[in-house]
C-alpha cells in the first residue's frame, strides 16, 4: 500500500501510534486519498479527536477541501464529534489570527476593491450586479437589512450606514426616523443612483461619497452602525473595527452583513467565533442571532450569478455593543 494510503488508514482507524510512525519516518500528512480526502478528513469523520490532534501537530492544513467542497470540520461537524470539531475550529482561528497578524504588516498598498469602484455596475430590480457577473447585492437579503436595520436603530438617535448598495437597509432605517442618517458610499454608478433617486434631498440624510478609509474624518459618532462594503477583504473590516471605539457612541449598537465565508459551513464558525474574539479584543461583546434564510433562497435567485456567496440555511445576525452596555 502506498505511503498516502497508509496515513488515511491509520486516521480512518484512530490508530495513533501507527500515525506517529508513519509522521516519523516522513509521511506527508497534507495527502489526499484516492478519493480526495485526507487523513485529517478521515479522522474527523470517525471522531479519532487524538489522530486529529496529531496530524494537526504534524502540519495537517485544517482548511484542505475535498472534492465535495468539505473540511475536516464540516466532516465532524456533521457527525457531531465535538471533540474533533473543537480542535479543530481552535487551529482554524488560531491560524486566522497568524495570517491576520502577517495580511496587518502587508496591507499598505492602494485598497482592496479599486477595480470595482473603477467599472461599471448594473442595476435591476432584484440584483446590483458588477462587469464580472458577480452579485454586489442581491433583494433577497432583504429581510436581513430589515432586521439589522432594527438592530442598530433600537436605540434611536444618530445612525451611519457604510455601503448604500441597493439601498435596502437605508431604507428599513428610514422606517425608524434617526435624528440623523449618515451613508458612507465609495462607487461612483451607486451614488449617481442614489441622487436621482431623491436620498440626496431627505431631511435626515447626509450623504458622503466616498471610500470609508478615505472619509473618516468626515464622520462624527453614532448611536447604530451598520458595515456592508463590497470587494473587501476581512482584512479590511478587520481595519474599519479598530474605528468603532470613536464611531460608536457609549450604549451604541453595531453591526455588519455576515457574509464571512458565507459557502462553507465550517469555515463560517470559525469566522464567526473570529470576528468575535477580535471584537471581544476591542471592548465589544457579539451576539450571533440565527435567522433561518432557507426559504429565502431558490436556485432561479441565483440565474446569471458568477459566484454563490452565500450557502448555508442560517444567517447570523451579529448584534455588538460595548461591554459593558452588554452587562
Ligand atoms: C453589498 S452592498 C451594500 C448593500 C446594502 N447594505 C443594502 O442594503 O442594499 C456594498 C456597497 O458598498 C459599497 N462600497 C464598497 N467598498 C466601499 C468602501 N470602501 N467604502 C464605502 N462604500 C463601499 C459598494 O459600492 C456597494 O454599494
Known amino acids: 500500500m502506498e505511503n498516502d494510503e497508509l496515513v488515511c488508514e491509520a486516521a480512518r482507524n484512530g490508530d495513533v501510534g501507527k500515525l506517529k510512525t508513519l509522521i516519523d519516518s516522513g509521511a506527508d500528512v497534507s495527502c489526499f486519498d484516492k478519493d480526495g480526502l485526507s487523513p485529517l478528513m478521515h479522522a474527523a469523520k470517525h471522531g479519532h479527536a487524538e489522530a486529529v490532534k496529531s496530524l494537526l501537530e504534524a502540519g495537517a492544513p485544517w482548511n484542505a477541501l475535498s472534492p ?7 466532516f465532524a461537524m456533521d457527525a457531531g464529534h465535538q471533540d474533533a470539531f473543537d ?37 435591476s430590480e432584484d440584483k446590483l450586479m458588477d ?52 451613508i458612507v458610499e465609495a ?18 440624510v447626509k450623504i458622503i461619497y466616498g471610500r470609508w478609509q478615505d472619509v ?47 459557502s462553507n459551513p465550517f469555515f463560517h464558525v470559525v469566522y464567526c467565533q473570529l470576528v468575535s474574539l477580535e471584537l471581544e479584543s476591542l471592548g465589544y461583546s457579539t451576539q450571533l442571532i440565527p435567522l433561518p434564510v432557507k426559504d429565502c433562497l431558490g436556485e432561479k435567485i441565483w440565474e446569471g450569478v458568477k459566484h454563490r456567496y452565500w450557502q448555508l440555511d442560517t444567517y447570523y445576525l451579529a448584534v455588538c455593543q460595548a461591554v459593558e452596555d452588554s452587562e
Open 216 to 262: 473618516l474624518d468626515q464622520l462624527g459618532s453614532y448611536d447604530g452602525i451598520f458595515f456592508d462594503t463590497y470587494g473587501e477583504y476581512y482584512e479590511d473590516m478587520r481595519e474599519f473595527h479598530q474605528h468603532l471605539p470613536t464611531l460608536l457612541k457609549p450604549g451604541g449598537i453595531y453591526s455588519f452583513f455576515n457574509g464571512l465565508c458565507g
Open 68 to 74: 465535495s467542497n468539505l473540511s475536516a470540520g464540516d
Open 131 to 182: 462587469t464580472e457577473d458577480k452579485a454586489v447585492m442581491m433583494a433577497w437579503e432583504k429581510p436581513l437589512m430589515e432586521a439589522h436595520a432594527k438592530a442598530v436603530c433600537s436605540g434611536g438617535g444618530h445612525i451611519l450606514n457604510i455601503g448604500f448598495g441597493m439601498g435596502l437597509v437605508d431604507t428599513a432605517i428610514q422606517q425608524y426616523n434617526p435624528t440623523s442618517h449618515t
Open 87 to 123: 480542535l479543530l475550529l481552535n487551529a482554524g482561528i488560531q491560524s486566522e489570527l497568524v495570517l491576520g497578524t502577517i495580511a496587518r504588516k502587508g496591507s499598505e498598498n492602494g485598497g482592496s476593491n479599486v477595480d470595482y469602484l473603477e467599472d461599471r455596475v448594473s442595476f
Open 187 to 204: 462607487h461612483p454608478g451607486v451614488y449617481k443612483r442614489m441622487i436621482d433617486s431623491g436620498w440626496g434631498d431627505k431631511e435626515n
